[in-house]
């Protein structure tokens, strides 16, 4: 491949919100230090993506349609600038790419093919598969536990593929923690962690309560049961301002924090758990679909509770 050789890839587009379509798209040429990525895995995610689809995301940099979602793919290396060849042929996960010229890529995940600087890629274990699109997830749960100073979540709201990532790390220690779910279907699947409604939790001493239900209006359930000077992390994302009742956390002295993007130094220490056996990434994959069944893949990811995280196989595609 040469600079002037013209390239594209098969990607999925939203083109406006609730419009999505599978298309081809040109790609920018690879510089000198990136790497093109054919990709065989892309996890959909059902909180951001979800806001993307339905046009609820808050302004944020570089929205705006059409665009190419994801930022859960992982590939192998298939060809590199002149300073990256030493990574052809490693297997990596590609936490999204901006590659697609005036075609915006937030996050720029979801496609057959990717061009991406060669630090932004991460090599993963062979034996991962399908699961290292669940690095990002993983990542973005450490981000969350690693950020404060009260210790690890005892309280989990929202047993979605997010909130198990969640209970599984801080349990890693010895944690109790429990994780409040209102859907009965998904308080299946718990190891090492009680689930439970939260009208059968009495409990109002919690430390530390992570919240990764996207619901802006919990504030008032949570604070109360928190113990005088207990924290609430907020880990999920939200389409409506958050608000709350000023005496309840005056009376608990309440902080709150806001967890942000994933650092590499979280991934490396997923990585290192799911090396040394303390981390599990199974059962939450649910849903497979060929990427050419983009359009009903997105609508089972956002429509069916059943679905905790459906991945594309792009290895089809070309």
Known sequence: MTASTPFNTLAV???EPQRLALGRLDLTPPGDDDVV???EFSGISTGTERLLWSGRMPPFPGMGYPLVPGYESVGRVCDAGPGAKARIGERVFVPGANCFGPVRGLFGGAAAKLVVPSRRVVRVDEG?????VLLALAATAQHAIAGGQSGNPELVIGHGVLGRLLARLSAIDGTPVTVWELDASRREGASGYR???PADDARN???VICDVSGDSAILDTLIPRLRPGGEIVIAGFYSEPLSFKFAPAFMREAR????AQWQPADLEVVLEHLRAGRLSLD?????RRPAEEAQDAYRTAFDDPACLK???DWRSCS
Do not use: N, P, S
């Open 37 to 39: 990525v054919d990709i």
């Open 128 to 132: 991962l598969g399908e699961h290292a």
């Open 13 to 15: 587009v939203l083109e």
């Open 195 to 197: 689930v439970c409604d």
């Open 256 to 259: 709150l924090r806001v967890a």
């Open 205 to 207: 001493d919690y430390r």
């Open 310 to 312: 459906m991945v594309l």
């Open 283 to 287: 059962g939450l994959i649910t849903h």
